[in-house]
């Protein structure tokens, strides 16, 4: 099993005393290689299993087991390790560094381990090729439009061939066209090998060929 | 080639630098102007206490002067005789010496008369001349003087001479035979060294007096014993040992850098909080950055060393720039304002040079108590953002 959210619930602070059940008793199993579709309307909860998922948060209780490594219980420094060698994480809002040209924003996560210059150059110019975004390398993010910036973001999430890819609400901030566009690169990247988890209640996802599976989730839990 | 140094880091951390370059230009020149302050300061008080020590090692062991109502008078040389069979006293020099007022310039000279046949006097003044011809002194009608008075003499058409003006309202015509070095310009700027008969001349003083006896004692530990021997042997003079020469110029220098001081640290501490508030005053975007880089796997370790590297090449520039503007104005535009706060305002001294004392100490205190520090505080809120879940931070 790829990816093993046992019993997991979470809460989140409201204020100094108040607090809201994100998500309760959540069990979700995803094999190596399943690509599956999170569905539910805003704040049902799917962002927060995502980001249980890289490690970007803790549960409250239950456990999170990502590649065989109990993720929940792991220090933030390796948690971060393992983000930078698992994940792949498209975030709803892109999530670039604006003053950064679109091939700084896509080496960012590579640049703690100091990769070979010529490897990442090879690799950089493959991601850009594929994304259809080689004249866009040099420039800086916040001048792109939102199609090319969400595909930087997806060259950004791609750079370390992860082993699990997260798509949150990655849609959300695009027009019909270039969710489709987005649509046709995920369906291409079923063919990597990697886990795929894409939350999103657009109605674009529901029924494509190759989702192998969708979780509805309503009020923080699986319905 | 694991351990190879991280370039791509160090050029995210400079790009860093660039990308906030309004927040970054105010903390270069806020800090650069701290710096600049603080080296300036010590390379000022470096100069100084190195001309105080030349000073403090040329003290006689004992002066000896008469007093008459609390002030000091000419002593009789008739006296030496007595001194001189004192246990453990060496020597005996009667000393010819005072101030000369040049009205046209508006500056007094201190004016020394010396004896050319006292070899003490010759040593002493030939080490500290850069051109000395001591027998050019021996026709008595020449002079050695410092660089100040060379300076003050040539703006004012003296060149090569002088004309002294003698009490009765005669003139005195003297000779440069030499020019002090630059090595002890704080003490030897003013001065005019001549001929203990010419100053005898120039002060109206006879010949069987002086203005002050220094007494030469080989063996240091005598020194207290001999000078309260002199007390009651002459209860009129003041006897002044080299010690107590030395606390009294120690303290004269330590209140002036003590006053000095204070003031620096109030000005410093007002530049230490605008530096922190600026460094420690993460914006939202900053955050967000933190909490992206935090996301796509960077680690806090990460995130603090590219932390150190912006900060570090910001602070090391500062500090570079600061110490380079600081030797140029204390040692080339002889530090204008600030060497007054040292040395008083005086406005008949004449002007003198600081001399070049830089030393590694100073320059680390320098080092040690800025880029450091900077780093600290860019570095401390930094590592409170990074060590909150990436999740939070980004949100």
């Known amino acids: 099993m790829m990816i093993e959210l046992k019993n997991v619930t979470k809460e989140f602070k409201v204020g100094t005393h108040d607090k809201i059940t994100a998500l309760k008793n959540v069990n979700i199993h995803i094999k190596k290689g399943e690509v599956v579709l999170l569905k539910g309307p805003s704040g049902s909860g799917k962002s927060t299993i995502l ?29 971060s390790l393992f983000r930078r060698e698992h ?55 916040k001048n792109l439009s939102g199609g090319e910036q969400q595909r930087v973001a997806i060259a950004r999430a791609l750079i370390n061939n992860p082993r699990i890819i997260i798509a949150d609400e990655p849609t ?38 190759f989702i192998d599976r969708q979780i509805d989730i309503h009020n923080g839990a699986i319905i | 080639m694991k351990n190879k140094f991280n370039f791509l880091l160090l050029d995210f951390a400079i790009s860093s630098i660039f990308r906030r370059g309004s927040k970054n230009i105010f903390i270069f020149f806020v800090f650069t102007l701290l710096i600049f302050l603080l080296s300036s300061v010590l390379f000022i008080s470096n100069s100084i206490k190195s001309e105080l020590d030349t000073t403090l090692n040329a003290l006689p062991d004992i002066t000896v002067q008469r007093l008459q109502a609390g002030r000091a008078i000419n002593i009789p040389t008739s006296r030496i005789n007595k001194l001189l069979a004192i246990d453990g006293v060496k020597a005996v020099i009667p000393r010819v010496w005072g101030y000369y007022y040049f009205a046209n310039a508006g500056v007094n000279f201190s004016v020394v008369g010396i004896d050319k046949f006292d070899d003490q006097y010759k040593d002493l003044y030939a080490k500290l001349c850069d051109k000395f011809d001591f027998d050019k ?54 001065v005019i060294l001549l001929p203990m008969e010419k100053a005898r001349d120039i002060f109206g003083m006879s010949k069987n007096e002086a203005v002050d006896f220094v007494i030469k004692v080989p063996n240091p530990v005598e020194i207290p014993n001999i000078a309260k021997k ?3 042997l002459y209860p009129d003079c003041r006897v002044i040992t080299k ?89 080339f535009l002889n530090a204008p304002l600030l060497k007054n706060i040292f040395i008083g305002y005086s406005s008949l001294k004449p002007e003198f040079d600081l001399p070049f004392a830089f030393d590694f100490q100073t320059f680390a205190i320098i080092f040690f108590l800025t880029v450091p520090i900077y780093i600290a505080a860019t570095i401390i809120p930094s590592w409170k953002t990074a060590s909150l879940n990436a999740d939070e931070v980004m949100r």
């Open chain 1, 51 to 79: 980001s249980l998922i890289a490690a970007l948060n803790k549960p409250t209780s239950g456990e999170v087991i990502v590649d065989g490594k109990r993720v929940s219980k792991m220090a933030d420094n390796f948690t």
């Open chain 2, 230 to 232: 002199i007390r009651l």
């Open chain 2, 137 to 190: 002194l021996q026709d008595k009608k020449s002079m050695i003087v410092g660089k100040g008075v060379q300076k003050i003499l040539k703006s004012n058409f003296y060149n090569g001479y002088f004309n002294f003006i003698k009490p009765d309202g005669s003139l005195e015509k003297l000779t440069i035979a030499g020019v002090f070095s630059d090595d002890t310009k704080l003490e030897s700027n003013d």
């Open chain 1, 87 to 141: 994940i792949g994480f498209i975030f709803q809002k892109f999530n670039l560094i604006p003053t950064l040209s679109a091939k700084e924003n896509v080496i960012v996560p590579l640049i703690p381990s100091n990769p070979d210059q010529e490897k990442l150059n090879n690799r950089l110019r493959e991601l850009f090729g594929q994304f259809s975004i080689k004249s866009k390398m040099n420039v800086i993010v």
């Open chain 2, 243 to 331: 010690e107590d020469l030395s606390i009294s110029y120690q303290n004269i220098f330590d209140y002036k850098s003590g006053l000095f001081l204070a003031l620096f640290i109030i000005s410093a501490f007002t530049f230490f909080m605008i530096i922190y508030d600026k460094a420690s005053g993460i914006s939202s975007d900053e955050k967000k950055e933190i909490g992206i880089l935090k996301a796509v796997g960077w680690t806090i370790d990460d995130v603090l060393k590219e932390k150190f590297y912006e900060a570090f090449v910001i602070s090391f520039i500062s500090f570079i720039t600061a110490l380079s503007l600081a030797i140029f104005y204390v040692y």
């Open chain 1, 172 to 209: 959300a901030n695009l027009d019909e066209k270039l969710s489709l566009e987005f649509i046709k690169i995920m369906r291409n990247l079923k063919n990597s090998n990697s886990s795929i988890v894409i939350a999103s209640h657009d109605p674009l996802f529901f029924n494509l060929d």
